[in-house]
């Protein structure tokens, strides 16, 4: 990927007003925002969307809070968001950000080639997930995938997936979801789990949302028979 000079960023990881210049609203666009802390990738980024007539970059963010204002101010179509970004986990926020603004997919940007963080990514609620050496030849293509509600995956790390997959977790949860659904069984209040995992309460409460969703059960001893059913419950 090609990047051109830094873009001054001011002091709340926002961009300063001179950043935002050109980036204003087309009707009928893809409409984007595009978060990531390194300047010079932002830039790079936006002029590979840029070459697409069909998208529209409406705002950019260098830390996970600015993203996250973003597109809650915007309403974007599609959030390309950085895995590694200033001011919390960019994987415990995708399905916070699903909540908060639901018409907003995200494709992750990544330096990370690992199956286990597509995994989790995708797992979390995003549907593109693109490395960043690739992005020239597979970002455009995965904006206009998850704009269109489709999933998106480098065919090399997805067949990786898939090699990598683990027959024993069920219903299409995620790794995170199994282990929230494990401690949901084993009697922990969502405040128990998030102090043992490390996460929000909030995050906590997605989770178990999504794993009622996944599974289409609705009441907490059907979920703990579900984990029975499935081997979930090892020791504590």
Known sequence: MTF??????????????????????????????????????????????????????????????????????RHPDVLVLDLKMPG?????????????????????????????????????GALGYVLKEAADEELVEAVRSAAAGETFLNPRLGARIAADAHPGSPGGLSDREVEVLRMIALGHTNTEIAQQLYLSARTVETHRAHIQQKLRLSTRSELVRYALDHRLLGSD
């Open 4 to 73: 051109m000079s830094e873009t001054p960023i001011s002091t709340n990881g926002s961009l300063a007003s001179s950043a935002n210049e050109g980036l204003t609203d087309t009707p009928d666009r893809i409409r984007i925002v595009i978060a990531d802390d390194h300047s010079v990738v932002r830039r790079g980024l936006r002029d590979v969307l840029a070459a697409d007539r069909g998208f529209d970059v409406v705002a950019e963010a260098g830390t996970l809070d600015a993203a996250r204002r973003s597109v809650r101010g």
């Open 88 to 124: 919390g986990s960019s994987l415990e926020a995708i399905p916070e950000i699903r909540d908060e603004c639901p018409e907003t997919q995200i494709v992750v940007l990544t330096m990370h080639n690992e199956p286990a963080y597509a995994r989790q990514a995708l797992g979390a």
